[in-house]
């Protein structure tokens, strides 16, 4: 299913979308680029997000929700000499008024160091636009998934925390850490 070109977010929606410099390139550093979302970029990322396909009125729901709090954003990494897309990351504030980080890659940009790459430049992009708001960035990872602890360690993120969680894809008990990033 390909995101259709045509869905209307409404008034609201729309001048949000605006307001965060649709396409426009944020921030370059070596072979990749960080730059705003485009509406096409939307469906991509709530799918890799959820991890399976959304229905039109998931996406709604899922997009609706985002863009709703002023502070979050989403940033796509993509290669700086063409506009493939290979991850993306976020930035959003939490009910705590903690802000958390995110990141998603695909797969076939995995283990090229894109991942580290990304995750500090979403630092360095946090420090440079919410530097009055907070003074860390908190993550959270599964102590299971090794390879992303390791990525963020080598972005600058320590370990702070280490808290049970129930996994939303099998309903199982796990621990994931919580780490931190200072702004």
Known sequence: MSFPHTIDFGPEKEELLRLKGEGERVME???VALRAV?????????????NRELSIEDLYKHTHEFLMNRYNRLLIGCL???DTTIGDI???EHEDDEFYFGINMKKEYRGYGFGTKLTQMGIEYARDH?????????????TQNQRAVHVYQKAGYQIIDERPYVAEDSGCERTQYVMEALL
């Open 90 to 92: 976020s930035i959003r």
């Open 38 to 50: 485009k509406r096409t970029d939307i469906y991509d990322f709530f799918k890799v997000e959820a």
């Open 80 to 82: 700086s000499s063409e």
């Open 29 to 31: 550093w070596e072979t």
């Open 130 to 142: 919410y530097h009055d708001l907070v003074d860390r960035l908190l993550l959270k990872v599964d």
